[in-house]
């Protein structure tokens, strides 16, 4: 028996958010790459989609108005997430300029001694220049294709029929 179409496509939505974002935690800790600025800034997408996702997914039988509100809110934080890393995509072909401040991060120095271990210890990561491509596809281009499915797989939950509801 398959799932109704109400919960279908976000659930659908919500399995391939958090397999990006698991994939994107793997990449760093276990492959040893460095998320840049914008990386770390379209994670942030996902720290707030899926927890919405997954709550219009809990509520969709109780609550079906206010899972497809979920739904949506879902979707438009993804689909917005996606134009951040459309503009990290294009930064990295060259398109566009990626952000000045793209780089490193900030550090407290309060001697030269502070100075040199920080300039050994600092690895920068440049916005502009793809560690990696897959396919032909730079982890930021498959962020942009991840978000635009999650967001607008969210959103096909929200013209679900009616009585498709749980």
């Known amino acids: 028996m398959s799932a109704p179409a ?37 994670r942030l997408f996902y720290y707030a989609g899926l927890p919405i996702l997954l709550i219009g997914l809990l509520l ?22 996606s134009v951040l890393a459309g503009y990290h995509t294009g930064a990295e072909w060259k398109l ?23 300039v050994k210890g600092t690895r920068l990561v440049s ?14 281009g498959w962020d942009t294709l991840s978000m635009l499915f999650v967001g607008i797989m969210s959103w096909r939950g929200i013209f679900a029929r009616r009585d498709a509801l749980i």
Do not use: H
Not at 60 to 81: D, E, H, N, Q, T
Not at 96 to 118: K, Q
């Open 6 to 42: 109400a919960i279908r496509a976000p659930g659908l939505a919500f399995l391939a958010g958090l397999c990006a974002i698991i994939a994107a935690w793997g990449f760093q800790i276990i492959g040893g790459y460095l998320p840049c600025k914008l990386c770390l800034e379209e």
């Open 96 to 118: 566009w300029e990626g952000p000045s401040d793209c780089g490193g991060a900030p550090t407290v120095v309060n001697s030269a001694a502070d100075l040199m271990a920080a």
């Open 60 to 81: 969709s039988k109780r609550m079906p108005r206010f899972a497809r509100l979920l739904y949506f809110v879902g979707g438009a934080i993804f689909l917005c997430g």
């Open 127 to 140: 916005c502009s220049e793809a560690p990696v491509s897959l396919f032909g596809l730079s982890f930021a």
